[in-house]
């Protein structure tokens, strides 16, 4: 089956500790991008990537890490830095260059504060 | 900043009726437009694309678009109570550098009421 595989589902974070979302997609797209939602709002653009060891910042990039070592994955590390992250985290992906290509998006984690 | 507005809502139709939902965009380069649907607690969901002025059906969805007017509107035939979700309207950068960036707005709440 073909898709965007987020893990996990939810996520607690301690006070000043660091956490990952994982992000994986078999559908050999190119672009990959991370998202995050709050309660009623729409999605705001975290970091994106075009292609392998490369990505760039967002809207709300500050307090974020990504990495992209492979195609296929697109892990994001929510730091310390960021004194509010509970929050929806989304990961999408899209085939390429083409006004018509889409970005699909996997079924999100939620990250809460403890 | 790019922005995308869309009505809040909620919007609230009877069943069988038709909901009109709207956007509008502030990025005169924008080259495509995307309707997503997105169930309480879930993922958005491709419901319809659109890159040429004028209407666009598929089913019971229309998507309306006029670049002059920087308006892109969904139309939904026959209103059934699964219809009810937020509706985020996203709009896809130009390209250059962005590589499909997509900005959302803040989503309108359709309520479909029997």
């Known amino acids: 089956d073909g898709g965007i595989t987020q893990s996990p589902k939810y996520l607690f974070r301690k006070e000043g500790q660091n956490v990952t979302l994982s992000c994986e997609q078999n559908?050999?797209?190119?672009?990959m991008y991370w998202y995050r939602q709050d309660p009623g709002q729409g999605l705001r653009l975290i970091y994106y990537s075009q292609i392998v060891n490369d990505f760039q910042k967002g809207d709300i990039a500050e307090g974020y890490s990504v990495s992209r070592e492979k195609k296929e994955s697109f892990p994001l590390t929510v730091t310390s830095a960021q004194k509010n992250p509970t929050a929806f985290y989304l990961c999408?992906?899209?085939?390429?260059?083409?006004?018509?290509?889409?970005?699909?998006f996997g079924a999100g984690t939620r990250l809460s504060v403890l | 900043q790019k922005e995308v507005e869309q009505n809040s809502g909620p919007l609230s139709v009877p069943e069988g009726a038709i909901a009109s939902l709207n956007c509008t965009y502030s990025d005169r380069g924008s080259q495509s437009f995307f309707w997503y649907r997105q169930y309480s607690g879930k993922s958005p969901e491709l419901i319809m694309f659109?890159?040429?002025?004028g209407d666009k059906e598929d089913g019971r969805f229309t998507a309306q678009l006029n670049k002059a007017s920087q308006y892109v509107s969904l139309l939904i035939r026959d209103s059934q109570p699964s219809d009810s979700a937020t509706y985020l309207c996203?709009?896809?950068?130009?390209?250059?550098?962005?590589?499909?960036?997509?900005?959302f707005g803040q989503g309108t709440i359709l309520t479909v009421h029997p």
């Open positions: 999408a992906s899209m085939r390429g260059r083409v006004r018509s290509d889409i970005q699909y």
């Open positions: 559908l050999n797209h190119d672009a």
């Open positions: 659109i890159y040429s002025n």
């Open positions: 996203a709009v896809k950068d130009a390209g250059g550098t962005s590589y499909g960036k997509l900005t």
